[in-house]
């Protein structure tokens, strides 16, 4: 494999199962310096990954985190934004606590990690930052209500943020999501899932190797005229 971003420093939220377990993996066998954040202990051990136990909502924690990454003077390349929890329901049944908890981990921990990462982009005048977003943003289907105004929001988010840090020569772009075989869709129901699929144009999951190639893309030098878009895998718009 070419190590395409040897050298670099990512910030990896959400990274100690799952999605963000693949995207830190995928990294590291790049060269690239992680640093994960995740509400759990650390999952495993790798040659330059450092693991930092923080709620992402929690904008003291995160700051704190960002602290660490600043002393070690490495500076940072890449944010990808990946922490999220899903509650499926219709709106008159979905528990409140489920609710604030989407808002909270979802939108405000994106804004959280995409503030503080700035602040050291800014510093070298480069960087890529990149959402986790999911087609139900613009499936919107029934009983998803919360989960899918929260990856709306940070679409919208994404936008904002690419004007005021463009001048900066920062990105920022949101890779939407289709199915993907991960822990958390055993928090969403198989009906729900099996809308989505039956929606897109290409009809069918999406794999780890889907992600990874669009990914690589958004976080090269080869994007660096590409900010505030919204790429969605499987076909959507």
């Given at each position: 494999m070419t190590q395409a971003h040897a050298g670099k420093v990512a910030?990896?939220?959400?990274s100690r199962r799952g999605l963000g377990r693949l995207i830190t993996e995928h990294l590291l066998?790049?060269?690239v310096t992680v640093h994960g954040i995740a509400?759990?202990?650390?999952?495993f051990e790798a040659a330059g990954y450092t693991h930092h136990v923080a709620d992402v909502a929690d904008a003291a924690a995160v700051d704190a985190v960002f602290r660490h990454i600043r002393g070690e003077r490495m500076g940072l390349d890449y944010l990808i934004n990946n922490a999220g929890v899903a509650t499926s329901g219709f709106a008159m049944m979905l528990p409140p606590t489920a609710a604030s908890e989407m808002v909270s981990t979802n939108l405000l921990g994106t804004f959280h990690l995409s503030r503080a990462a700035a602040k050291l982009m800014t510093k070298r005048r480069t960087g890529r930052i990149v959402n986790i977003?999911?087609?139900m943003a613009v499936v919107e289907p029934a009983g998803g209500s919360i989960y899918a105004a929260t990856k709306a929001a940070i679409e919208t988010l994404?936008?904002?943020?690419?004007?005021?840090?463009?001048?900066?020569?920062i990105t920022?772009?949101?890779l939407g999501l289709s199915v993907i075989e991960t822990d958390m869709l055993d928090t969403l129901s198989r009906d729900l899932l099996n809308t989505i699929v039956a929606s897109m144009p290409i009809a069918r999951p999406a794999t780890p190797a889907d992600v990874m190639n669009v990914l690589d893309f958004l976080l090269?030098?080869?994007s660096g005229y590409i900010t505030a878009?919204?790429?969605?895998?499987g076909g959507l718009h």
């Open positions: 910030v990896v939220s959400g066998e790049q060269g509400r759990g202990e650390a999952s977003g999911s087609i994404a936008h904002v943020l690419a004007k005021e840090l463009g001048p900066v020569g920022c772009n949101t090269s030098d080869a878009q919204t790429i969605y895998l």
